[in-house]
């Protein structure tokens, strides 16, 4: 049997389940008195172990065997873990996951013969404990009562199963299950505990109270299984009952595991539909021709459905992310010394499952961040009189268009003295400004490379993180928002795409080309009045409605050049990011389109303006702008 | 006619090559449960011909749920799926009316022959 094909399956499994073993083990430490948690970390080291033997992953199977030994200790005992112990339990957690990775890759990982022996020590140290207390030793159930009454006259039957049998004593108890269908049983040999143990070598005995000839009985024992010899004394005759059976009517499983290469593909197919969809609506509306403006319309809705569903087939609750992060937080904050209340909020959220992908490691950064230079030490919270115990939350939040994912501390907030500081050393903001609005301390903090010396440790260099944040976030189509006050805390927001690859943008045409503008971020279209243009910190810029609106030209941004000379009425796209705004001067707007995202990488040297690429609807190349990098 | 099969086990896993194995012997899987509960509804509603039992799943245990079928269908044919070392709940399990066990790792062929005994 092959078994490469199951490795993949595998590892999705027991990542689900050593997630669920986190959970499990942080409610524990949580309400070390509880019993539910122990009764579900049993269950699936116990699954784990059983799923890596069948893979024969010897290793992962050992160990999981181990840990199993202790957690069956654990909830036999119904005592409350000490922290050594969930310690222990959390290693080992660890330790399984590096097997079973290294496992499935085929490389030889590291035996965990140190933390198998530390697991025996404790569970035997546990069981000792149990049985010398006043807890009933658990006795293994009796074989099937014979009927009621002293021992019957009957045949003594003898039987020996094959050398080779697993598990012989189940083994005996299916030959005594057989023999008792035919009559009753009684004066099982060995002792029927016994036959429980590892000294059991297969041979036993029992007395048969049946009719049956003995040639009879011995076939059917032999049916049993493992049976190498049956040898009976005397003979009579007994009815074998069987019984009827009914065809059941099919109802298989409702969901099934998708390899997300095969969403992918047919997210990729629905999205060139849509481009197709497009050119044929514009065909249509050519031609004029009933017939063809049927088809086109019931294609269009066809398409538009097909891309419903693939995308809701695509979609992902949070939990799959945000699950392993108490986990994180805890461990980071024990090794920081700090006291952490996390909270997680908004888990059923959905999002596609490539937008999933690609947040885990922006939105670790931030909680490192926050428990790393956000929290205050208990000691000094306590000065500062707030409670000893820093919070800590992490929540999605579906909002019009988008999903807001947002990590906040009640910490000491981000210093902007220090910021401003350094912003004036390096010349990046006027030398008499006196205090950065958040917007702008965003804006500083996330520039590659920037960073107060304070804020550097092991953990995390606030300033290298948040780049990569930021830079990931731009990748999938979303933006960051920063909140920070002093002694009050801070609070990052990024705010997604739902979905990946199909979005609704803006066309805009500046000289021969058109580029899209995801409708995300577009808050209105206005014409930009010339007479109206004013200088505002030495860029150009318009007064709406009170506020300052900056002007981005995109023709002097892109270095267009026009054939047919500058458009006298030109349209400006107000972008919105959180509460910064820019308007953008283009040529004219074309209209809206439904956009599918290709991959694109920015040959070097590209302005950091474009987020991807896409081919619109008559089957023409155009960029798609960023507005995070316009704003 | 082919045999009709519950699989029961909790992990997609285990279920997924327990039914490449009986489906490739050309035995057809009629449905699939995660949790005792599921089974016992499962069989109830589907009244398969075999039923492979997990003992250690969720919301009630693969030995609970052989004690139910049993109850409901007293001829009901379950094959125990066990580890290594969980011979005394095999044990049980078999007193409860289970009819035959095979023990994980699985060999195809030792879950073939337990099939072929169970349902004689």
């Known amino acids: ?631 | 006619m082919s045999h009709s099969v519950l699989v029961c086990d909790d992990a997609i896993f285990m279920r997924t090559m327990i039914s490449d194995i009986l489906t490739q012997a050309g035995f057809e899987i009629v449905g699939e449960a995660e949790t005792g509960v599921q089974a016992v509804e499962k069989y109830r509603a589907l009244h398969p011909d075999l039923v492979t039992m997990d003992i250690v799943m969720p919301d009630m245990g693969g030995i609970d749920a052989v004690r139910e079928i049993v109850k409901l269908d007293a001829s009901a044919k379950i094959l125990m799926c066990s580890a290594m070392g969980q011979q005394a709940l095999v044990v049980e399990a078999i007193q409860a009316g289970a009819k035959d066990f095979v023990v994980k790792p699985f060999q195809p062929s030792r879950v073939l022959e337990a099939v072929q005994r169970v349902l004689g």
């Open chain 1, 1 to 631: 049997m092959e078994l490469s094909q199951y490795a993949e399956l595998f590892l999705a499994e027991s990542r689900e389940h050593l997630q669920a073993c986190n959970q499990l083990l942080l409610e524990w430490e949580r309400s070390p008195a509880a019993g539910e948690p122990v009764a579900g970390l049993f269950r699936a080291v116990h699954t784990i172990k059983g799923m890596a033997a069948t893979m024969g992953y010897a290793g992962v199977a050992q160990l999981a065997h181990r840990a199993e030994n202790l957690l069956d200790a654990l909830r036999r005992g119904g005592r409350a873990p000490d922290q050594a112990v969930l310690d222990l339990l959390f290693r080992t957690l660890d330790r399984l996951e590096q097997t079973i990775t290294a496992a499935v890759r085929g490389q030889h990982a590291k035996p965990a013969d140190d933390l198998a022996l530390e697991l025996d020590r404790v569970a035997t140290g546990l069981t000792e404990r149990r049985i010398s207390g006043p807890v009933p030793p658990i006795a293994p159930a009796a074989p099937p009562p014979p009927s009621a009454g002293p021992t019957q006259p009957g045949r003594v039957v003898r039987v020996v199963l094959r050398p080779d049998a697993q598990l012989k004593g189940a083994r005996a108890a299916v030959v005594l299950g057989r023999a008792a269908v035919l009559g009753a049983v009684s004066d099982v040999q060995p002792a029927p505990h016994t036959l429980e143990t590892d000294e059991f070598d297969g041979r036993f005995s029992f007395t048969l109270d049946s009719a049956g000839a003995a040639d009879d009985i011995a076939a059917d024992l032999r049916t049993a299984g493992d049976v190498a010899a049956v040898e009976i004394s005397a003979a009579r005759a007994a009815p074998d009952p069987t019984g009827e059976r009914r065809q059941g009517e099919l109802g298989r499983g409702r969901h099934v595991r998708v390899d997300i290469r095969h969403l992918d593909a047919l997210m990729n197919l629905a999205g060139e539909l849509v481009i197709g969809r497009g050119r044929l609506a514009g065909v249509a509306a050519r031609r004029q021709d009933p017939e063809l403006e049927e088809v086109q319309s019931a294609i269009g809705r066809l398409t538009g459905e097909l891309q419903g569903v693939v995308v809701q087939a695509r979609l992902t609750p949070v939990w799959q992310l945000f699950d392993r992060f108490p986990r994180l937080v805890r461990d980071l904050s024990r090794e920081l010394d700090k006291e952490v209340v996390f909270r997680v909020e908004g888990k059923d959220i959905e999002l596609d499952r490539a937008i999933l992908d690609e947040i885990g490691d922006a939105l670790v950064h931030l909680l490192r961040n926050a428990v790393d230079h956000g929290i205050e030490p208990p000691e000094e919270r306590r000065r500062r009189g707030k409670p000893r115990e820093g919070n800590l939350l992490l929540a999605a939040v579906r909002e019009r268009n988008s999903v807001a994912i947002q990590v906040s501390d009640d910490g000491r907030g981000i210093d902007r003295q220090a910021v401003l500081a350094l912003a004036k050393r390096e010349g990046l903001v006027d030398r008499n400004a006196e205090a950065l609005p958040d917007d702008l301390v965003l804006r500083l903090v996330s520039r590659p490379g920037f960073t107060t010396a304070e804020a550097v440790s092991e953990v995390s260099g606030r300033g290298v993180g948040i780049d990569a944040v930021l830079t990931r976030l731009r990748g999938v189509g979303g933006s960051l928002e920063l909140r920070s006050s002093p002694q009050a805390g801070t609070a990052f927001t990024m705010r997604l795409p739902v979905t990946l690859v199909v979005l609704r943008a803006l066309l805009a045409q500046v000289g021969d080309e058109r580029y899209a503008l995801p409708l995300t971020h577009v808050a209105e279209t206005l014409e930009l009045d010339a007479a109206a243009v004013t200088t505002v910190g030495g860029g150009d810029a318009v007064i709406l409605r009170d506020r300052v609106l900056p002007l981005v030209h995109l023709d002097r941004l892109l270095g267009v050049t026009r054939s047919n000379g500058m458009p006298s009425r030109r349209p400006v796209i107000v972008l919105e990011v959180g509460d910064r705004r820019t308007g953008v001067v283009v040529d004219g707007v074309v209209g809206q389109q439904e956009i599918v995202v290709k991959g694109f990488t920015a040959p070097q040297g590209t302005l950091r303006v474009f987020s991807g690429a896409t081919v619109l609807g008559d089957g023409m190349p155009a960029l798609i702008l960023d507005a995070g990098g316009l704003v």
